[in-house]
């Protein structure tokens, strides 16, 4: 059975599927930890403005509240600059599992052909087996009859 051209390509593009679930794990893994650190820069802003409403009363410090409005300036460019990183990432991991499902399809689709070309293996040695048979029972029916003349 000629099955070799079928089994190197399943095996190629198994290994092809294989690097594409990698390269999606990991970005999937990139996207969490930028999740995360978006959060702790968003509970950092948060905080920032606990601290100062909990403030002791009657202390005014201009530069203090310069410093904390500068911060949550800067927190706010870091948070947008992170969110526009989370989009890209996020992006990349949806083109990256667009791909992973391509090569999911092409893997099942060689499988599937190399289980009918197997099918179709079996089907003619089944036919070939029959008519084997068919010329050996043919074979010992015209001998039979040969001998009863």
């Known amino acids: 059975m000629k099955n070799k051209p079928f089994e190197k390509l399943i095996s190629i593009q198994t290994r092809q599927r294989d690097v594409k679930r990698a390269e999606f794990s990991d970005a999937n893994h990139k ?9 702790d820069l968003k ?3 948060d905080r920032s403005y606990s601290d100062r409403s909990k403030g002791s009363e009657g202390s005014f410090a201009p530069n203090l509240l310069l410093l904390h409005s500068d911060f949550d300036e800067g927190q706010k460019v870091r948070i947008n600059r992170q969110n526009k990183t989370i ?6 991991v949806m083109r990256l599992k667009e791909e992973l499902i391509e090569e999911q399809k092409v893997l099942k689709s060689y499988e599937i052909l190399q289980a ?3 099918e179709a293996w079996k089907r003619k040695m089944a036919k070939k087996e029959t008519k ?7 074979a010992q029916f015209i001998k039979k009859v040969e001998d009863e003349h």
């Open 31 to 39: 996207v969490e930890l930028l999740n995360r650190k978006a959060f």
């Open 43 to 45: 509970k950092n802003l």
């Open 87 to 92: 989009k890209a990432a996020s992006e990349e």
């Open 116 to 118: 009918r070309r197997i």
């Open 132 to 138: 084997r048979l068919d010329e050996v029972a043919s």
